[in-house]
Protein backbone atom coordinates (compact mmCIF):
# COMPACT_ATOMS: atom_id res chain seq x y z
CA UNK A 1 0.00 0.00 0.00
CA UNK A 2 1.38 3.53 -0.74
CA UNK A 3 2.03 5.51 2.13
CA UNK A 4 -0.07 8.67 2.51
CA UNK A 5 1.91 11.58 1.46
CA UNK A 6 0.91 14.28 4.08
CA UNK A 7 -1.29 17.24 3.49
CA UNK A 8 1.49 20.13 3.74
CA UNK A 9 3.61 18.14 1.09
CA UNK A 10 1.38 17.20 -1.32
CA UNK A 11 0.12 21.31 -1.61
CA UNK A 12 3.54 21.84 -2.23
CA UNK A 13 3.87 19.59 -5.04
CA UNK A 14 1.86 21.86 -7.44
CA UNK A 15 4.90 24.41 -7.40
CA UNK A 16 7.17 21.30 -9.05
CA UNK A 17 4.23 21.07 -11.55
CA UNK A 18 4.56 25.08 -12.81
CA UNK A 19 8.21 24.07 -13.70
CA UNK A 20 6.69 21.69 -16.36
CA UNK A 21 4.40 24.11 -16.97
CA UNK A 22 7.08 26.65 -17.41
CA UNK A 23 9.18 24.13 -19.66
CA UNK A 24 11.59 23.08 -17.39
CA UNK A 25 10.88 19.45 -18.41
CA UNK A 26 11.90 16.16 -16.87
CA UNK A 27 12.65 12.61 -18.69
CA UNK A 28 10.77 9.62 -18.47
CA UNK A 29 11.89 7.51 -15.42
CA UNK A 30 11.57 4.91 -12.87
CA UNK A 31 9.67 1.54 -14.46
CA UNK A 32 8.87 3.35 -17.77
CA UNK A 33 11.94 4.51 -18.52
CA UNK A 34 13.32 0.51 -18.50
CA UNK A 35 10.48 -0.38 -21.23
CA UNK A 36 10.73 -0.01 -24.41
CA UNK A 37 8.37 2.33 -25.51
CA UNK A 38 9.39 3.43 -29.06
CA UNK A 39 9.47 6.59 -28.30
CA UNK A 40 10.31 8.67 -31.62
CA UNK A 41 10.14 12.13 -32.42
CA UNK A 42 10.40 14.55 -35.25
CA UNK A 43 8.63 17.58 -37.01
CA UNK A 44 6.43 17.97 -39.54
CA UNK A 45 6.22 20.23 -41.83
CA UNK A 46 3.47 22.05 -43.32
CA UNK A 47 3.88 23.82 -46.24
CA UNK A 48 2.00 27.74 -47.06
CA UNK A 49 -0.33 26.75 -43.64
CA UNK A 50 -3.35 29.52 -44.32
CA UNK A 51 -4.84 31.20 -40.48
CA UNK A 52 -8.68 31.91 -40.26
CA UNK A 53 -6.93 35.37 -40.69
CA UNK A 54 -5.86 34.85 -43.96
CA UNK A 55 -2.46 35.09 -43.46
CA UNK A 56 0.06 32.58 -44.79
CA UNK A 57 2.96 30.73 -43.07
CA UNK A 58 5.24 29.40 -46.48
CA UNK A 59 6.26 26.69 -43.34
CA UNK A 60 4.78 25.46 -40.77
CA UNK A 61 6.78 23.20 -38.67
CA UNK A 62 4.46 21.04 -35.66
CA UNK A 63 6.66 19.24 -33.13
CA UNK A 64 5.46 15.76 -31.90
CA UNK A 65 6.84 12.63 -29.96
CA UNK A 66 5.11 9.91 -30.40
CA UNK A 67 5.23 6.67 -27.84
CA UNK A 68 4.32 2.76 -28.99
CA UNK A 69 3.18 1.68 -31.93
CA UNK A 70 0.64 1.86 -34.77
CA UNK A 71 -1.61 -1.20 -35.43
CA UNK A 72 -4.24 -1.24 -38.19
CA UNK A 73 -7.40 -3.52 -39.24
CA UNK A 74 -7.87 -5.55 -42.31
CA UNK A 75 -8.57 -2.31 -44.09
CA UNK A 76 -5.87 -0.61 -43.11
CA UNK A 77 -7.74 2.05 -40.83
CA UNK A 78 -5.52 2.64 -37.52
CA UNK A 79 -7.24 0.87 -34.21
CA UNK A 80 -4.49 2.06 -31.77
CA UNK A 81 -4.02 5.61 -32.06
CA UNK A 82 -4.67 8.09 -28.97
CA UNK A 83 -3.50 12.10 -29.55
CA UNK A 84 -2.58 13.63 -26.26
CA UNK A 85 -3.17 17.67 -26.18
CA UNK A 86 -1.16 20.11 -23.81
CA UNK A 87 -2.36 23.36 -22.03
CA UNK A 88 -1.80 27.18 -22.32
CA UNK A 89 2.30 27.75 -22.44
CA UNK A 90 2.77 24.15 -22.22
CA UNK A 91 4.35 21.49 -24.46
CA UNK A 92 3.96 18.07 -25.49
CA UNK A 93 6.83 17.09 -23.22
CA UNK A 94 4.98 18.04 -20.02
CA UNK A 95 2.55 15.69 -20.46
CA UNK A 96 5.28 13.26 -20.81
CA UNK A 97 6.84 13.52 -17.63
CA UNK A 98 3.78 13.34 -15.45
CA UNK A 99 1.96 11.03 -17.41
CA UNK A 100 4.51 8.22 -17.92
CA UNK A 101 4.36 6.29 -14.98
CA UNK A 102 1.08 6.69 -14.30
CA UNK A 103 -0.35 6.30 -17.73
CA UNK A 104 2.23 4.64 -19.97
CA UNK A 105 3.84 2.42 -18.01
CA UNK A 106 2.85 -1.23 -18.74
CA UNK A 107 -0.50 -2.13 -17.39
CA UNK A 108 -1.60 1.72 -17.41
CA UNK A 109 -5.15 2.90 -18.82
CA UNK A 110 -2.81 4.60 -22.00
CA UNK A 111 -0.57 1.58 -21.64
CA UNK A 112 2.42 2.38 -24.73
CA UNK A 113 2.87 -1.56 -25.64
CA UNK A 114 -1.24 -1.30 -26.69
CA UNK A 115 -1.50 2.21 -27.79
CA UNK A 116 0.03 4.40 -30.21
CA UNK A 117 0.37 7.68 -28.13
CA UNK A 118 1.16 10.98 -30.40
CA UNK A 119 2.13 14.02 -28.73
CA UNK A 120 2.46 17.38 -30.47
CA UNK A 121 3.37 20.71 -29.67
CA UNK A 122 0.46 23.09 -31.19
CA UNK A 123 1.16 26.03 -32.76
CA UNK A 124 3.14 28.74 -30.65
CA UNK A 125 4.47 26.03 -28.36
CA UNK A 126 7.55 24.50 -27.61
CA UNK A 127 9.41 23.48 -30.44
CA UNK A 128 6.49 23.69 -33.21
CA UNK A 129 6.64 27.25 -35.21
CA UNK A 130 6.18 29.90 -32.97
CA UNK A 131 6.59 34.19 -32.82
CA UNK A 132 9.91 34.04 -31.71
CA UNK A 133 11.47 32.03 -34.38
CA UNK A 134 11.54 35.27 -36.17
CA UNK A 135 8.27 36.80 -36.83
CA UNK A 136 7.94 38.74 -33.49
CA UNK A 137 4.78 40.54 -33.25
CA UNK A 138 4.51 39.87 -36.94
CA UNK A 139 3.54 36.10 -36.52
CA UNK A 140 -0.26 35.57 -37.85
CA UNK A 141 -2.72 35.94 -35.35
CA UNK A 142 -3.55 32.09 -34.71
CA UNK A 143 -6.32 30.82 -33.19
CA UNK A 144 -7.52 27.54 -31.41
CA UNK A 145 -9.28 26.29 -34.65
CA UNK A 146 -5.94 27.44 -36.07
CA UNK A 147 -4.22 24.91 -33.88
CA UNK A 148 -6.78 22.10 -34.21
CA UNK A 149 -6.41 22.03 -37.66
CA UNK A 150 -2.68 22.10 -37.75
CA UNK A 151 -3.06 19.08 -35.27
CA UNK A 152 -4.87 17.36 -37.96
CA UNK A 153 -2.69 17.48 -40.53
CA UNK A 154 -0.26 16.38 -38.62
CA UNK A 155 -2.08 13.09 -37.73
CA UNK A 156 -3.91 12.81 -40.86
CA UNK A 157 -0.89 13.70 -43.40
CA UNK A 158 2.33 13.01 -40.93
CA UNK A 159 1.44 10.30 -39.54
CA UNK A 160 -1.14 8.53 -41.74
CA UNK A 161 -3.38 7.70 -39.09
CA UNK A 162 -7.00 8.29 -39.89
CA UNK A 163 -8.36 7.30 -37.04
CA UNK A 164 -8.46 8.07 -33.22
CA UNK A 165 -9.52 5.54 -30.61
CA UNK A 166 -9.17 8.51 -27.96
CA UNK A 167 -8.35 12.48 -28.03
CA UNK A 168 -7.50 13.50 -24.59
CA UNK A 169 -6.59 16.81 -23.88
CA UNK A 170 -6.08 19.21 -20.55
CA UNK A 171 -6.56 23.08 -20.23
CA UNK A 172 -6.46 24.61 -23.45
CA UNK A 173 -5.65 20.86 -24.57
CA UNK A 174 -9.51 19.90 -22.86
CA UNK A 175 -10.62 23.23 -25.37
CA UNK A 176 -9.03 21.53 -28.39
CA UNK A 177 -10.56 17.96 -27.40
CA UNK A 178 -14.29 19.92 -27.93
CA UNK A 179 -13.38 21.64 -31.08
CA UNK A 180 -11.96 17.95 -32.55
CA UNK A 181 -15.19 16.02 -31.29
CA UNK A 182 -16.93 18.93 -33.76
CA UNK A 183 -14.92 19.02 -36.58
CA UNK A 184 -14.18 15.57 -37.23
CA UNK A 185 -17.05 13.80 -35.77
CA UNK A 186 -16.48 10.18 -37.37
CA UNK A 187 -12.49 10.31 -36.75
CA UNK A 188 -12.67 9.49 -32.89
CA UNK A 189 -14.48 6.76 -30.76
CA UNK A 190 -13.79 8.67 -27.11
CA UNK A 191 -13.38 12.36 -26.48
CA UNK A 192 -12.13 13.30 -22.53
CA UNK A 193 -11.81 16.71 -22.16
CA UNK A 194 -9.91 17.71 -18.54
CA UNK A 195 -10.33 20.82 -17.12
CA UNK A 196 -11.82 22.56 -19.56
CA UNK A 197 -15.35 24.33 -20.64
CA UNK A 198 -16.89 24.38 -24.04
CA UNK A 199 -18.30 28.13 -24.25
CA UNK A 200 -16.57 30.99 -24.76
CA UNK A 201 -13.74 32.53 -22.54
CA UNK A 202 -15.60 34.85 -20.67
CA UNK A 203 -16.39 36.53 -17.09
CA UNK A 204 -13.29 35.55 -14.95
CA UNK A 205 -11.62 33.67 -17.28
CA UNK A 206 -11.56 36.69 -19.90
CA UNK A 207 -10.62 38.92 -17.37
CA UNK A 208 -7.65 37.28 -15.65
CA UNK A 209 -6.49 36.51 -19.14
CA UNK A 210 -6.95 40.52 -20.58
CA UNK A 211 -5.21 41.44 -17.37
CA UNK A 212 -1.90 39.89 -18.72
CA UNK A 213 -2.28 40.79 -22.58
CA UNK A 214 -2.67 44.48 -21.64
CA UNK A 215 -0.27 44.95 -19.55
CA UNK A 216 2.03 43.15 -22.05
CA UNK A 217 1.12 45.30 -25.23
CA UNK A 218 1.27 48.36 -22.73
CA UNK A 219 4.72 47.73 -21.64
CA UNK A 220 7.11 50.56 -22.79
CA UNK A 221 9.83 47.67 -23.45
CA UNK A 222 7.57 45.82 -25.24
CA UNK A 223 7.56 47.99 -28.47
CA UNK A 224 5.22 45.96 -30.41
CA UNK A 225 7.32 42.82 -30.05
CA UNK A 226 10.36 44.28 -31.64
CA UNK A 227 11.99 44.42 -28.16
CA UNK A 228 15.60 43.73 -27.86
CA UNK A 229 15.31 42.18 -24.58
CA UNK A 230 12.16 40.50 -22.34
CA UNK A 231 10.31 43.60 -21.49
CA UNK A 232 10.74 43.78 -17.52
CA UNK A 233 7.63 45.49 -16.37
CA UNK A 234 4.74 43.70 -17.00
CA UNK A 235 5.94 40.41 -15.25
CA UNK A 236 4.63 41.96 -11.80
CA UNK A 237 1.26 40.60 -13.14
CA UNK A 238 2.63 37.26 -13.26
CA UNK A 239 1.07 35.66 -10.20
CA UNK A 240 -1.88 36.14 -11.34
CA UNK A 241 -1.11 33.03 -13.25
CA UNK A 242 -0.49 31.23 -9.51
CA UNK A 243 -3.28 32.89 -8.57
CA UNK A 244 -5.96 30.90 -10.86
CA UNK A 245 -4.01 27.83 -10.98
CA UNK A 246 -3.57 26.70 -7.52
CA UNK A 247 -5.93 26.95 -4.54
CA UNK A 248 -6.16 29.43 -1.39
CA UNK A 249 -4.85 26.29 0.74
CA UNK A 250 -2.11 25.79 -1.83
CA UNK A 251 -1.30 29.58 -1.46
CA UNK A 252 -1.83 29.53 2.25
CA UNK A 253 0.83 26.82 2.74
CA UNK A 254 3.41 28.50 0.29
CA UNK A 255 2.94 32.04 1.94
CA UNK A 256 2.16 31.81 5.23
CA UNK A 257 3.05 34.83 6.51
CA UNK A 258 3.56 38.36 4.89
CA UNK A 259 7.32 37.85 4.69
CA UNK A 260 6.87 34.50 3.03
CA UNK A 261 4.01 35.64 0.98
CA UNK A 262 6.60 38.42 -0.26
CA UNK A 263 9.08 36.12 -0.90
CA UNK A 264 6.68 33.68 -2.75
CA UNK A 265 5.71 36.61 -4.89
CA UNK A 266 9.54 37.63 -6.07
CA UNK A 267 10.09 33.50 -6.75
CA UNK A 268 7.16 33.42 -8.81
CA UNK A 269 8.58 35.87 -10.86
CA UNK A 270 12.29 34.67 -10.92
CA UNK A 271 11.07 30.76 -11.88
CA UNK A 272 8.77 32.61 -14.72
CA UNK A 273 11.45 34.86 -16.18
CA UNK A 274 13.78 32.09 -16.80
CA UNK A 275 12.80 30.56 -19.49
CA UNK A 276 9.68 33.22 -20.60
CA UNK A 277 9.66 34.52 -24.19
CA UNK A 278 7.35 37.46 -24.02
CA UNK A 279 6.08 37.32 -27.66
CA UNK A 280 5.24 34.07 -27.29
CA UNK A 281 3.22 34.37 -24.18
CA UNK A 282 1.23 36.61 -25.13
CA UNK A 283 0.13 35.03 -28.39
CA UNK A 284 -0.59 31.39 -26.29
CA UNK A 285 -2.96 33.62 -24.11
CA UNK A 286 -4.67 35.35 -26.96
CA UNK A 287 -5.43 32.60 -28.94
CA UNK A 288 -8.57 32.05 -27.27
CA UNK A 289 -9.96 34.92 -29.17
CA UNK A 290 -11.66 32.17 -31.74
CA UNK A 291 -13.16 29.39 -29.23
CA UNK A 292 -16.73 28.84 -29.01
CA UNK A 293 -17.66 25.25 -29.63
CA UNK A 294 -21.27 25.88 -27.70
CA UNK A 295 -23.32 25.92 -30.86
CA UNK A 296 -21.94 22.85 -32.26
CA UNK A 297 -22.03 20.56 -29.61
CA UNK A 298 -24.88 18.53 -31.20
CA UNK A 299 -22.55 17.82 -34.00
CA UNK A 300 -20.00 15.71 -31.75
CA UNK A 301 -20.59 11.06 -32.62
CA UNK A 302 -17.99 9.96 -30.29
CA UNK A 303 -19.00 8.72 -26.67
CA UNK A 304 -17.41 12.15 -24.34
CA UNK A 305 -16.40 11.87 -21.26
CA UNK A 306 -15.89 15.46 -19.57
CA UNK A 307 -13.54 15.41 -16.45
CA UNK A 308 -13.94 18.92 -14.43
CA UNK A 309 -12.80 19.67 -10.30
CA UNK A 310 -14.65 21.55 -8.20
CA UNK A 311 -11.96 23.59 -6.87
CA UNK A 312 -10.65 24.80 -10.30
CA UNK A 313 -10.93 28.12 -10.57
CA UNK A 314 -10.20 28.44 -13.99
CA UNK A 315 -13.18 26.45 -14.70
CA UNK A 316 -15.52 27.51 -12.02
CA UNK A 317 -18.56 24.87 -11.04
CA UNK A 318 -20.79 28.05 -10.21
CA UNK A 319 -21.35 29.50 -13.42
CA UNK A 320 -22.96 26.15 -14.25
CA UNK A 321 -22.67 25.45 -17.46
CA UNK A 322 -20.84 22.15 -17.85
CA UNK A 323 -24.54 20.34 -17.73
CA UNK A 324 -26.58 22.09 -19.98
CA UNK A 325 -23.33 21.68 -22.50
CA UNK A 326 -23.19 17.83 -22.01
CA UNK A 327 -26.75 17.44 -22.40
CA UNK A 328 -26.28 18.31 -26.10
CA UNK A 329 -24.21 15.65 -26.76
CA UNK A 330 -25.70 12.15 -27.42
CA UNK A 331 -23.29 10.17 -25.24
CA UNK A 332 -21.82 12.91 -23.18
CA UNK A 333 -21.21 12.28 -19.24
CA UNK A 334 -19.89 14.70 -16.99
CA UNK A 335 -18.04 14.28 -14.11
CA UNK A 336 -17.04 16.28 -11.34
CA UNK A 337 -14.37 15.79 -9.26
CA UNK A 338 -14.76 17.21 -5.40
CA UNK A 339 -12.45 18.80 -3.61
CA UNK A 340 -10.85 17.75 -0.42
CA UNK A 341 -7.59 18.48 1.81
CA UNK A 342 -5.47 16.78 -1.50
CA UNK A 343 -7.04 18.77 -3.93
CA UNK A 344 -5.16 20.83 -6.45
CA UNK A 345 -7.54 22.63 -8.13
CA UNK A 346 -6.48 23.59 -11.82
CA UNK A 347 -3.45 21.62 -11.20
CA UNK A 348 -5.29 17.83 -10.98
CA UNK A 349 -4.50 17.97 -14.56
CA UNK A 350 -1.00 16.98 -13.93
CA UNK A 351 -1.88 14.05 -11.28
CA UNK A 352 -3.54 11.22 -13.07
CA UNK A 353 -3.03 9.38 -10.02
CA UNK A 354 -5.86 11.75 -9.30
CA UNK A 355 -8.31 10.78 -12.27
CA UNK A 356 -6.78 8.03 -14.03
CA UNK A 357 -9.67 5.66 -12.74
CA UNK A 358 -12.11 7.42 -14.69
CA UNK A 359 -9.59 7.42 -17.70
CA UNK A 360 -9.74 3.56 -17.34
CA UNK A 361 -13.49 3.02 -16.62
CA UNK A 362 -14.41 4.90 -19.89
CA UNK A 363 -11.92 3.15 -22.09
CA UNK A 364 -12.81 0.01 -20.48
CA UNK A 365 -16.52 0.79 -22.00
CA UNK A 366 -15.67 0.50 -25.29
CA UNK A 367 -16.06 -2.59 -27.15
Known amino acids: MEKRMSRRKFLKRPLLFMVLWLGAIGVLSGSVGAQDLNRKEGNFVVRDFRFQSGEV ?5 LHYVTLGTPRRDAA ?30 EGQPLDAGRYYLIIPDSIGHGSSTKPS ?3 RGRFPRYGYNDMVEAQHR ?63 RNDPEWNGGDYEKQPSHWVSV ?49 SSWDYDPEPNLGKIKAKLL ?26 GRLITMPASNQSLGHMNLFHPEIWKHHLAEFLKSLP
Open 238 to 286: LPLFNIMLLTPVQLQVAGPTRDKANELFDKIIDTWCKTLETNDFLYAFE
Open 57 to 61: LPELR
Open 154 to 216: LVTEGLGVDHLRLVLGTSMGGMHTWLWGEKYPDMMDTLMPIASQPVQIAGRNFLWRHVITETI
Open 306 to 331: ALNFADDTINPVEIDVMGPAVAKIPN
Open 76 to 105: GHTTNAVLLLHGTTGRGESLLASFAAQLFA
Open 133 to 135: DGL
